[in-house]
């Protein structure tokens, strides 16, 4: 269907010239894909959904869900969502003095326990009315699954609503570290990620965004990880990389964020430093979150420096493309003097084209040196799937390459992927 004056076209028509035109564009950019991959002897998979069918808006791309689609209830207030001062208040208005709230903030942050029978310091006759009125239980743990070495675990944790999210706990010789959700699904309908095939439920609240931690911080002392009880030792590092898109859900993530830095008992008392939070490249919050002096670690998952794969693997590149997001991170290193990271999944025939890894080098280095971190991570292979990771040799190539232009690149160690708790295998499948 072609037409000189489309404003002489119906509704239905112009819908049929848009997607006509979209499925030429997108014709066009393989050409050019197919094209390069050729002259390297390779070739060049279009990302597409497996499995599952991506909803599609008006104009034929995937459609982007920023908030739910219907009115959803949120979990009653607990006291990870205040700040002191408001648990006092709230104390207060229970008949207690304002003390009290210190009290339950050592219990929860530094002790990781509601549980009123260690309470010992809060009046005998009231604990129970305390601990229902402050800490509502938010997150019920309906599956763990660890790895052989007991360094990885995977949570299945059930919310008030009956949402089910996970998190993935993980010690490193030097750290322990805990990847989080954020959000009941997520709205960014990437074709190879679990997590959004359903799409978006709900934002998580700034609590039990929270919970995660103390809970993981929980397992922790009581030898969880590894077997051997380790009451000292805590989560030392966090990064938003569970389900759900951390930028589409700011106000809470952030709120969760300064109540992760804040000391304690106020908060858990964690550094900014080790606390990354990703994004898919949600330029308008970047920005915002470069103002929020607080130095987190940022990190954009690009996944392809062309705007023609990545219009099709990361479908929100159709409202920001790759050089919008480039320049938001860049300006967050101009604004924090926190170098920023790029995340990027190296999938086989897909991504990991040489001519790829000279044209992200090019654009990262256009905006200067010393700014930008590269973490190539192979993809989790799924059997007989498209969405399988680039071949040894070829990650080996893709990394050197990035090496030899100047860009600081490291190879990512893939954690949880036999118990399916790595990048882009959650999915809060309870039958699993």
């Known amino acids: 269907m072609t037409s000189s004056n489309p404003t002489t076209l119906s509704a239905d028509e112009r819908k049929a010239l848009r997607l006509e035109q979209a499925a030429a564009q997108r014709a066009q950019q393989l050409r050019i894909s197919t094209s390069r991959a050729q002259a390297e002897g390779r070739a060049q998979v279009i990302p597409t959904a497996e499995g599952w069918k991506q909803e599609m808006g008006a104009d034929g791309r995937p459609e982007l869900q920023f908030a739910t689609k219907r009115r959803v209830s949120q979990p009653p207030t607990h006291l990870a969502d205040l700040t002191l001062a408001e648990r006092q208040e709230k104390l207060k208005e229970l008949g207690l003095p304002g003390f009290r709230a210190k009290q339950l903030s050592v219990h929860y942050f530094q002790h990781y326990t509601t549980d009123p029978a260690k309470m010992s310091d809060l009046p005998k006759e009231r604990r129970g009315e305390l601990v229902d009125a402050m800490f509502p239980k938010l997150l019920t743990e309906v599956k763990r699954l660890t790895t052989d070495d007991g360094r990885t675990v995977k949570f299945l944790w059930r919310l008030f609503d009956g949402s089910l999210v996970e998190s993935v706990l993980m010690r490193y010789p030097n750290r322990i570290t805990l990847c989080i959700s954020s959000?009941?699904?997520?709205?960014?309908?990437?074709?190879?990620?679990?997590?959004?095939?359903?799409?978006?439920?709900?934002?998580?609240?700034?609590?039990?965004?929270?919970?995660?931690?103390?809970q993981a911080n929980r397992v922790i002392a009581e030898g969880g990880l590894g077997g051997q009880k380790h009451p000292d030792e805590r989560v030392g590092n966090i990064v938003f990389m569970g389900m759900g898109e951390p930028l589409a859900n700011y106000k809470r993530v952030m709120n969760a964020v300064h109540r992760m830095v804040a000391e304690a008992p106020e908060g858990l008392g964690m550094s900014a430093r080790g606390i990354t939070v990703s994004t898919v490249g949600l330029v308008p919050a970047i920005r915002k979150l470069a103002n929020e002096n607080v130095p987190v670690t940022f990190a954009l998952s690009l996944h392809a420096p062309d705007d023609e794969l990545r219009d099709e693997l990361i479908p929100v590149n159709s409202r920001w493309k790759v050089d919008e997001a480039l320049d938001a991170a860049y300006d967050y290193y101009v604004r924090t003097g926190r170098r920023v990271s790029i995340e990027y999944a190296l999938i086989k025939d897909m991504n990991d084209h040489e001519w790829r890894a000279e044209m992200l080098a090019k654009k990262l280095n256009a905006r200067g040196r010393g700014w930008v971190h590269v973490n190539p991570i192979?993809?989790?292979?799924?059997?007989?799937?498209?969405?399988?990771?680039?071949?040894?040799?070829?990650?080996?190539?893709?990394?050197r390459r990035l090496d030899e232009l100047g860009v600081p690149t490291t190879l990512r160690d893939t954690r949880g992927k036999e118990i399916d708790g790595a990048c882009g295998q959650l999915a809060a499948d309870g039958d699993k």
């Open 183 to 214: 959000q009941c699904g997520c709205g960014m309908n990437c074709p190879f990620c679990a997590t959004g095939q359903a799409g978006l439920t709900r934002n998580m609240s700034t609590a039990e965004i929270l919970d995660q931690i103390v």
């Open 378 to 399: 192979p993809l989790n292979p799924v059997p007989g799937s498209i969405w399988t990771r680039s071949e040894p040799d070829i990650t080996s190539k893709f990394v």
